[in-house]
């Protein structure tokens, strides 16, 4: 059963779309107002969905909702929100999920919130690929540059930098990054 936190002002609204959740099979764990929004309050609250209203997002509620997408990485869904094109891209910036600037009925909360859901998870992956891309990039890089100080230093061609290195990293129990980081680091020191 997916989990839902609500952040909404207004009681009124927020009962209503607590009530329409629950008939929808999901589990309300908790109704906040902006005020009470915190990393810890909506940490405490376990949710795998949180649902705000934004009829105005100003500054403060998009870093609040880049802080409930991206730090705590929960799919956001903003209801009630303006139709401008500005606060659309404001919007989709700070994380959010999903962006609903109609009315909604109850049985509309379903297919939004696994469409949310769905579209976090798909972005978290992209965004993990190009951390783990950004990272393998980053360790060839260190790698080359220990390579080029081997070959400098030492007078190894580039296949004998590379097989020492390696040979240095199984004999360390280390990974190649690390050594490439030791010795460029001790080419600094020397330098």
Known sequence: MIRILIIDDARDRAAWLKASLELAGFDVVGLLSWEQVDED????ASADVIIVDANAPGRDTLEQISLMSNTLEKPVVVLGAQKD????????????SAY????????????????????????KRLRD????AKSQLSER????????????????????AYKRMRSMAMSKGKRLAEVAEAIIMAKELGA
């Not at 309050?41 to 405490?44: F, K, L, R």
């Not at 890089?141 to 081997?150: E, H, P, Q, S």
Request: aromatic fraction near 4%; hydrophobic fraction near 45%; glycine fraction near 8%.
């Open 41 to 44: 309050s909506i940490g405490a």
């Open 100 to 123: 609903v600037a109609h009315e909604i009925q109850g049985e509309d909360l379903s297919a939004i919130i696994h469409v949310a859901a769905a579209r976090f998870a798909e972005h």
């Open 141 to 160: 890089k260190l790698v080359d540059r220990a390579k080029g100080i081997l070959m400098a230093d030492h007078g190894y061609s580039e296949p004998d």
């Open 129 to 132: 690929e190009l951390k783990e």
């Open 85 to 96: 094109q500005h606060s659309i891209r404001e919007a989709m910036r700070a994380g959010v």
